[in-house]
Every structure is written in C-alpha cells, then in structure tokens.
C-alpha cells in the first residue's frame, strides 16, 4: 500500500515575529507546485495562531509541539488545552518528544495522555519514539521502542486510535547532533515498529505513517526516505534554512 509522505518543521523554540514571516514565505513559495507529500509545520505555540493564517489556503497544514494540558478548560494557570490548540487552526500535535521526556520528565504514561487527550481533542498525535545511545550500544533498542508503544496499544481502543496517529522513530543519539542513523538502521526499527503494530491489526500498521527524525538534511533525506517503512521525516535544524527544508520535502515526493 502507499502511504502518503509527511514531512514535518519542528522548530523547537527557535524564530522571532520576522523570522516566522521570512521562512513561512519561502516555503510557501517552493511548495505552490507541491503535488504529492504532505508537509506541516510545528512552530512555538506563541506563532501558532498566525502560521495558520499564513497557511490559510495553502495545502500546507500545521501542529504544536506538545499538548501541555491533558484536561479540559479550568483553572489551570500557564496551561494550553488541545482544544485550543484546535482552534488556533492545528491539525497536528507532537506527543513524547525526546526533549520533553529528557528536559521535562515526561514518563511513558504522561505521554500516552497526552496521546489519547489530543485525539479526544481532534488532533492527530505524531507520537515520539526512540533509544538513547547508551541503550543501543547495550541492544536494548527494541526493548525500548516496544515499552513506550506498549502504553498505547495496551490501553483499551490503543490499536484503533493508531488509525488515527503518526510515529515518528527519533533515535536520542541523532538528534541535534549531526549523526544520523544510517538508512539501514533506521528501516530496521521502522520495520520492527510497522510489525510490532501488524501483530495487533495488520490494515493499521499498513497504513500508518512513521517517520524518521535526527539530523535529517538535505544531503542524507533522499537515501532516508527511499527505505520502504520511512514515510517522510521529523525534521528539527534543517527547518529553519527554508532552501534546504523545501530539498528535504522534494525528497519525500
Ligand atoms: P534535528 O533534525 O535537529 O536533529 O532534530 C530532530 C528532531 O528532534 C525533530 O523533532
């Protein structure tokens, strides 16, 4: 079956009021002729509301970085709700990024909330996985991506909600770090990802995009994504150089 590409702009908290201005105008531009891959684009949450407006009638969608609240609206001070996130115009969240459960101590069932509470919401989780070097030259890397999959497919309707979620594999050791997995390695743990998945619902794993993000560039994407269980990338650094983000979507084509 083929899935659609996907390939997303993390922008982590990098870029100012002009900056958003400067590289949505690029891409845009690049992307007129887009036929084919999906892109998205996860800014601060403070630009959110206006990367949408900038989107607006654009094929080009949108997502945050994290839902903060897994509650509904109250007296949550400093909080944002995934309702909101909603209704700023976000089809994506991103769900148990690396930096979220290293920096911020996001635990395995924090993540799944957060998973299930964007879905409750209306947005599509990109739900984040991946092994920390020490646990890879220890060849836990299975071991690992199959415990922080295991708290969404063992939760009642965890398979189904698959249906309607993105993975993204992002090696700890590769990000941000110039040392990408090779095409080899990272297919290895796509494909261990697809089968754990199809041991549970075989037309779900079939259909469910996963992407590969750490220290994809423009130079490594195509050789990335031409792997048959990459279906497009998480992409951090090379988003905020719109020339070489708008190569990387090219490559997903
Ligand atoms: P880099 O592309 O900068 O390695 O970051 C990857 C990432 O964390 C995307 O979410």
Not at 13 to 33: D, F, R, S
Not at 218 to 246: E, H, K, V, Y
Not at 247 to 253: P, V, W
């Amino acid at each position: 079956m083929t899935r659609q590409s996907l390939v997303a702009a993390n922008w982590k908290m990098y870029g100012t009021w002009t900056g958003v201005n400067n590289i949505l105008a690029t891409i845009k531009q690049g992307l007129a002729q887009n036929a084919g891959g999906e892109v998205a684009i996860f800014p601060p949450f403070v630009y959110l509301a206006k990367v949408a407006r900038l989107l607006h009638g654009t094929k080009i969608t949108s997502g945050a970085q994290d839902i903060c609240s897994v509650t509904g609206e109250g007296a949550h001070t400093g909080e944002v709700s995934g309702v909101m996130l909603r209704d700023v115009g976000c089809r994506y969240v991103i769900v148990g990024h690396s930096e979220r459960r290293t920096l911020y101590g996001e635990t395995d069932t924090m993540v799944a909330r957060k998973f299930f509470a964007a879905q409750e919401a209306g947005l599509v989780p990109i739900l984040c996985v991946g092994e920390q070097l020490d646990e890879r030259e220890s060849e836990q890397t299975e071991a690992v991506i199959a415990r922080q999959l295991d708290v969404i497919l063992e939760h009642p309707g965890g398979v189904a909600s698959l249906a309607k979620a993105v993975i993204a594999y992002e090696p700890v050791w590769a990000i941000g770090t110039g040392k990408t997995a090779t095409p080899a390695q990272a297919q290895a743990v796509h494909a261990f990802i697809r089968g754990k998945i199809a041991a549970h619902d075989q037309p779900i794993a079939e259909k469910i995009r996963i992407l590969y993000g750490g220290s994809v560039k423009s130079t490594n994407a195509a050789d990335l994504f031409a792997m048959p269980d990459i279906d497009g990338g998480l992409i951090g650094g090379a988003s905020l150089d719109a020339p070489q983000f708008l190569e990387i979507c090219r490559a997903a084509r």
